[in-house]
């Protein structure tokens, strides 16, 4: 998988892509991420890429040119399954869109920051607009960086045992079971007797069980949701 990310601040996303599993994801060639700085394509010598809003408030806006020309020239290299602006505003990431995303081949991914980015990008450009949560970042980087590791975890290899990624929370709806490592006591405090015992068969159907109570008590909203 592709991924070219337009940002202003390049160097806020290249610290949470460069390690541990996304790391790998890219050493064994699987992800790609290139990122672009937007001041690239600035319409003036001063790296100028905002501008004050039509009709008065506070608060920049990301102009068009710039990001029209940032996203032609690297359209010319390469056909996106989807450019994605990453926005507030955007429809809430979860798991399935995850899952969904990540069998595509190559994505762009916007960044806004200030007020936003001139509507008309969003209207011509962007196919899809994704949100990380109802709160408000400072900007799209962290949102994107989140999305990266979202889909560069699911691609085929990229994780060492493959079936990891299967048994996350939330997917088939359901929050991960409780998990336990050595020493089997630790101050009185002891390992369920069963994840001891060795019986593949018994060890599955209590972890199903603990998930579902999980998912019960602290989401249960998860139970009834079918909609992507
Ligand atoms: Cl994608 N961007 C910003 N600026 N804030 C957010 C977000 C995105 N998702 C949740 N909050």
Redesign the pocket.
Known sequence: MQIDIITVLPELLESPLSHSIMKRAKDKGLLQVHIHSLRKWAVNEYGQVDDYQYGGGAGMVMMCEPLAKAIDDLQKEVTYDAIIF???D?KTLNQKIANSLSLKKNLLMIC?HYKGIDERIREHYVTME???????????EL?AAVLVDALGRLLPGVLNDETSALTDSFQDNLLAPPVYTRPSDFRGWKVPEILLGGDPKKIEEWRYEKATERTKQRRPDLLQEDEV
């Open positions: 990453l926005t507030p955007g806004g994704i949100s990380i949560g109802d709160y408000v970042l400072s900007g799209g949102a």
